[in-house]
């Protein structure tokens, strides 16, 4: 390629970036989580809090409960790298304003000021880790022309729903997600080592990232096998394995001198007595719980055991087929449906946690855009309540209408829904085989996609201008999170059917060697 048309990219990259960026800061303006709400505040304190416990205390007292450590008020729950990341911020926050971090007189802290550094280490973070590997993956797409890749990423960069969640609610999501794409980067590069590095950088950031390791673990292990896995295929594995458990020491040093010390860090990281789910989640056991109350019905430890084996259950066929078959897109795919049966089917699911699923389906923006834009835009609805609650019901709007316009005006997606464009092709044909008259019209797909923006619509409408009835306070956050579910139900057999009938695999399949 030419110096021009490389410096032409470069400036286009720098102007998606720049507005971008806008975005977020303008969503930043808005309230944040807990704003004003004493006694406990939001997931704002929660950070704020973190800062001021890592920044006091020595590292062998971050995880445990003491006078100075209060474990009921916004106790550190995350892995070590976010209590890093957390230290960081409050050394700065420290030199900016003792008064942000001081020890008990900080306790729901705040001011303009403060706020502003806050929403800075957000943006900061922001363009250390995620902005630069979305770059990086969309300059790397194949068979995909410039003017194509400058759009995915225009797009991918302006998803609202970790915009909304990290600049409007608050939160470090960019982090973790973009070590995990960083990890995505490097496998899709043949970097194997780097990328399994990036990626336990990303599971020691957020312990969610479990998410995302079964395809990983399965991607690479498939590579391995197909090497021989008695010969060059062995010294990958070793080559991996090596790198996994360097990068968790180094991860875990300050805790590895005390055995009671990891046991207590692994307590706070997996709070199974916390129940089933709390909040109104648009997974499968809060949208049953409409029906019959699962947690009056069936003791803990069953709740437990059930919701693991729906889960292993759920991630089984597409681990099994990228396993037997390594490809790259196969690996995308897969981190879709394992994301999304976490979320369905697990313990203990946020509602926040559907992110995790809508950072490998905006690797699919390109491939998939109908179906990919369509379950963005489901997945940010589905946060609406928590939204709602956070006072962020312009912001949600405003970035959903924009991010559905530039959508449908670059990448037009509602134009992309054959059988062929959706990559339904050969299950059709393989369908086709025993029911000859099996189709999937393109007029249905519109139909649903538009009946759906109109069910969402709908509900957005309601959920601020109706009252619920007395009796049933929570109903639109029910039916919000029950029609989300019923979406997510759709897309975890869409994404399924495309990974097990793929018949692509020409082109798709990366080099492994």
């Known amino acids: 390629m030419c110096a021009g048309g490389r410096d032409m990219e470069a400036s286009v990259t720098g102007v998606i970036v720049l507005l971008a960026l806008t975005v977020r800061w303008a969503v930043s303006l808005y309230p944040y989580s807990g704003a004003r709400k004493p006694p406990m505040f939001g997931d704002y304190e929660a950070q704020r809090h973190w800062q001021e416990v890592t920044v006091n205390l020595p590292v062998e007292q971050w995880y445990f409960n003491s006078t100075d450590n209060d474990l009921l008020y916004w106790g550190l729950d995350y892995p070590p790298l976010t209590a890093y990341h957390s230290l960081l911020c409050g050394y700065v926050a420290r030199m900016i304003n003792p008064d942000w971090v001081a020890l008990f007189s900080s306790r729901g802290y705040e001011s303009l000021h403060h706020k502003v550094f806050m929403r800075a280490t957000v943006l900061v973070a922001d363009l250390i880790v995620y902005i630069p590997a979305v770059i990086l993956y969309c300059s790397n797409l194949q068979d995909t022309?410039?003017?194509?890749?400058?759009?995915?990423?225009?797009?991918?960069?302006?998803?609202?729903?970790?915009?909304?969640?990290?600049?409007?609610?608050?939160?470090?999501?960019?982090?973790?997600?973009?070590?995990?794409?960083?990890?995505?980067?490097?496998?899709?590069?043949?970097?194997?080592?780097?990328?399994?590095?990036?990626?336990?950088?990303?599971?020691?950031?957020?312990?969610?990232?479990?998410?995302?390791?079964?395809?990983?673990?399965?991607?690479?292990l498939g590579k391995c096998i197909k090497k021989g896995i008695t010969g060059w295929g062995f010294l990958l594995l070793l080559k991996i394995a090596v790198t996994v458990i360097a990068a968790f020491a180094l991860c875990w040093i300050p805790f590895l001198t005390d055995v009671e010390q990891i046991f207590q860090v692994l307590r706070r990281l997996f709070p199974v007595g916390r129940g089933l789910f709390e909040d109104k989640v648009a997974n499968i056991w809060c949208s049953l719980s409409a029906l019959f109350k699962i947690k009056n019905i069936l003791s803990a430890e069953i709740q437990l055991q059930l919701s693991l084996a729906c889960t292993l259950l759920g991630v089984l066929p597409t681990c099994a087929r990228l396993t037997a078959?390594?490809?790259?897109?196969?690996?995308?795919?897969?981190?879709?449906?394992?994301?999304?049966?976490?979320?369905?089917?697990?313990?203990?699911?946020?509602?926040?946690?559907?992110?995790?699923?809508?950072?490998?389906?905006?690797?699919?923006?390109?491939?998939?855009?109908?179906?990919?834009?369509?379950?963005?835009?489901?997945?940010?609805?589905?946060?609406?309540?928590?939204?709602?609650?956070?006072?962020?019901?312009?912001?949600?709007?405003?970035?959903?209408?924009a991010f559905l316009l530039v959508t449908t005006a670059l990448l037009s997606f509602h134009e992309n829904t054959s059988e062929d464009s959706l990559k339904l092709k050969p299950f059709c044909l393989s369908v086709r085989r025993y029911v000859s008259w099996f189709s999937i019209p393109e007029s249905l797909v519109k139909l649903m996609f538009f009946l759906s923006m109109l069910a969402m619509a709908a509900l957005t409408v309601g959920s601020c201008i109706l009252r619920p009835p007395p009796t049933l306070p929570d109903l639109f956050p029910m039916l919000i999170s029950g029609v989300s579910c019923a979406h997510f139900l759709l897309f975890f057999a869409y994404f399924n059917i495309v990974h097990l009938w793929d018949g692509d695999k020409g082109r798709s399949k990366k080099k492994v060697s």
């Open 325 to 401: 078959q390594p490809t790259f897109r196969g690996f995308k795919l897969a981190l879709v449906n394992s994301a999304l049966s976490f979320f369905l089917f697990s313990y203990q699911v946020h509602e926040k946690s559907i992110l995790l699923v809508s950072l490998p389906v905006c690797l699919l923006i390109n491939d998939l855009p109908m179906m990919a834009t369509w379950f963005l835009l489901t997945s940010t609805f589905s946060m609406l309540p928590l939204l709602h609650k956070d006072g962020l019901m312009m912001a949600y709007v405003v970035t959903t209408l």
């Open 145 to 220: 022309s410039s003017k194509r890749k400058a759009l995915s990423l225009f797009c991918i960069l302006l998803y609202p729903g970790l915009i909304l969640i990290d600049y409007g609610h608050f939160q470090y999501n960019s982090v973790s997600l973009g070590f995990a794409l960083w990890g995505v980067v490097a496998l899709s590069r043949g970097w194997d080592a780097l990328g399994s590095l990036a990626f336990c950088f990303a599971l020691n950031y957020k312990q969610m990232e479990l998410y995302h390791s079964l395809p990983f673990f399965c991607y690479l």
